[in-house]
Every structure is written in C-alpha cells, then in structure tokens.
C-alpha cells in the first residue's frame, strides 16, 4: 500500500481512503505533507491539517459560485466533504470530532444544492429512528433494481457517495447509499450503536423501497464495505427479500478479529475509545462482548443468494484467510470469490491502493445477477 506516512498504517489508510473518495494528492502533499516530519503523531495537528484542507476549497468553491460556475463549485464543495469526514475518522470524541462532522454534513449539502448532484435525500422509518440516505437513480422511466450499500464502522453515507457516485447508475441500477446503527449520522448525532441483528435496519430500508413507484423493491441488493461486509451478509442470511449479495471484504468473527488485533498493538489507543463508541459499550471489555456476537460462522451457510466477496490478499484489517472460510461456508450455490492480488494491484483492505477495478467488477457482476438486462445502460444520471 502507497503509505503517506511511512510506519503510520492508520493516517495513511485514511489519506488512501480520500483518495478513493475523489481527493486530491496534490492537497494531501501541501497540507498533510509537513506532518511527515513531526516526531510523533500530533492529533492536533492532524485535525488542523484536514479542516484547513478542507477550508480551502470552501473558500475556492464559494469563489466559483460568485463567478456563476455551480458545477465546478459543487466538486469543490464534494471534495471538502471528503475531507473534513476523513479528517474526523482519527479524533476522539469532543468538539473537533463533531465539528468536523457537521462541516462535512454542510459541504456536501452545498455539494448537491451547487453542483446539481444527482442525487434525493430519503428518511426511512425504522426500530431505530429514521434512517437518512441518498437514492442515486439511473435516468429511466421504468422502476429499476436497487442495491443497499453499507458502510463500515467509521464510513458514512456522504464518503460512500464519493466512492461509489454515479457507478451503479450507469449500469441501471439505483443505489442507496445510507446511515444505519452504529454509522453516520446515527452514531455521530444521536448515539445509536451497531446491533448484532442488521436484518431489521434491512428489512425497514426494504418495506420503505417497496412504497416507491420510481424503485423495483422487488430486487434488492446488499453491498457491504469493510465492516459493512457483516451486516451484508446477516442481512442476506434472515431477510428473504435479499436478492444478491456482495460484501467488499469477506468476514467471519469479529470479536476473534478485533480480539486479535488488539493483542497485535494493530489500532493502540484509537480502539479503546472507538470500539465501545461504536458498539455501545462502557469499556473495552464490553465492546469485545458485544462484538462477540457479530459472528458470521452460523450465519454464512444461511446466505442463499447469489454471492460475491472481493478481498485483497494483503488486507491488514481482515486477514485473508476469514475471506475463504466465508466464502466455503456460504450456502449460495451461484457464489463467487475475488481475491486481487500485490502483482495486479488491489492487494488493500477496499482495494486502497488500486479501488477502480474492484469497484467496476461489484458493478458489473450485479448488472448480471439483477434484471436490468431488458434495459440498456445509461450514461447519465437523472437530476433531482
């Protein structure tokens, strides 16, 4: 993996992450560059780095809106969301942290009001309050298939639209980027933590879909990145109306992962605080307890439907070896396993270091395995 920070595994898989997400090397070097030099790991500074980065295509952003360029504005504005949710992805609870949350909120919503995104902000009715997501909708008359995707356990719903933009559109497919327990907005806002049962967030996405005339909520697909991976794949396990899965990182325990990598030293202080963040826990200890539970080994033989798990064969958050026990213990009979290797690039957790084919091959092998094959794909997107 490309390492910004040599050493640092943590702060270059976020400048890897912004990447993938649309930044740009060019403001990483100048803002995050003077950082390389710094004796040790200055939080502070990595704070300041990322909002100053950030504040810098606001002001040029704003700059274009006055000379009457929106569009341009709006991919300013985009880019600065990047920036500030990853800016916060390393910063402890307090008021940097939920600042720079809200000032990615605000960007991206100048993002789409400026730059005539194409996408619709939707609320679902849920267990646990209302689920905020963006529908990102092909330009066709017809209702299409949809694929639900999740995010990790530090990704929102504004970084998954960076990563994943129009992509699923252009294939026909409508794509629901969204907030769910332990995630975004639910965690960042109003302190909801993950839940071990991520069929009930599913199947209230999917009760919300099958009101929609603009949407087929007949088929519905899950794609789960990183983390996410596990709520993909319980929700395809004990939700019928699951027509495809696809986890972006295969996974098997998460508390023996978790277990692991704290014992390594892997994530150091981060986790103590971030872990009983996420799952709602008082300690370290309890969130191991909880996490525990997010075990796929029973679950994996229940997930019947059509399969695909893409894994790099160096990924430094879920080894490799849990991508091939998910993969011979899934019940599908239409199942497959894409490991990328160092040699052709993608060898990363996400794809990191090489995302674009990764992500073209998710699109593509649900453009075969839900119906859209009676309607062409289209270049461009409609306007909301």
């Not at 400026?114 to 909708?137: C, F, K, Q, T």
């Not at 307890?289 to 430094?316: C, F, S, Y």
């Not at 070896?321 to 040699?343: C, N, Q, S, V, Y």
């Not at 092998?365 to 289209?378: D, E, I, R, T």
Request: contains cysteine; proline residues 7%.
């Amino acid at each position: 993996m490309f390492e910004f920070f040599p050493g640092n595994h943590a702060w270059s898989s976020t400048v890897n992450l912004a990447l993938m997400a649309g930044g740009s090397i060019g403001d990483m070097h100048r803002w995050l560059g003077p950082l390389r030099d710094a004796p040790a790991a200055d939080l502070d500074a990595w704070a300041a780095a990322w909002a100053s980065m950030a504040h810098q295509q606001e002001l040029l952003a704003a700059a274009e809106v006055k000379a009457g360029y929106l569009a341009t504005a709006g991919g300013r504005y985009l880019r600065a969301s990047v920036y500030h949710a990853c800016g916060q992805r390393q910063i402890p609870l307090g008021p940097t942290k939920s600042e720079s949350y809200a000032a990615a909120l605000q960007a991206f919503g100048n993002a789409v009001d400026y730059g005539n995104i194409s996408v619709e902000r939707i609320h679902v009715d849920s267990p646990d309050g209302m689920l905020p997501g963006y529908l990102i909708a092909p330009d066709a008359a017809e209702p299409r298939p949809v694929v639900i995707v999740y995010g990790g356990l530090d990704l929102t719903k504004e970084l998954l639209f960076a990563v994943v933009g129009g992509t699923f559109a252009r294939r026909g497919i409508t794509c629901l980027v969204i907030d769910t327990p332990g995630t975004g907005e639910l965690i960042r806002l109003r302190g909801v933590p993950t839940r071990p049962d991520y069929e009930v967030p599913t199947a209230a996405i999917i009760d919300h879909l099958e009101t929609r005339h603009d949407v087929d909520g007949r088929h519905v697909a899950v794609l789960g990145i990183s983390f996410g991976g596990y709520y993909a794949a319980r929700a395809a396990a004990f939700e019928p109306r699951v027509s495809g899965c696809v986890t972006w990182a295969g996974h098997w325990d998460s508390g023996a992962l978790w277990r692991r990598r704290w014992s390594e030293g892997a994530d150091g202080e981060p986790a103590s605080w971030f872990l009983p963040w996420v799952t709602g826990t008082s300690s370290i200890e309890a969130a191991f307890m909880k996490l525990d539970r997010l075990t796929l080994a029973e679950v994996w033989p229940l997930v019947k439907q059509p399969l695909l798990i893409v894994h790099g064969e160096n990924d430094r958050e879920i080894p490799v070896a849990d991508a091939h026990r998910a993969f011979a213990a899934a019940g599908a009979d239409d199942k497959r396993l894409r490991i990328f290797t160092a040699e052709e690039g993608g060898a990363e957790h996400m794809q990191t270091d090489d995302p674009r084919p990764a992500l073209d091959l998710i699109s593509d092998w649900l453009a075969l395995h839900l119906p859209v094959a009676a309607c062409p794909p289209v270049a461009s997107l409609r306007t909301v």
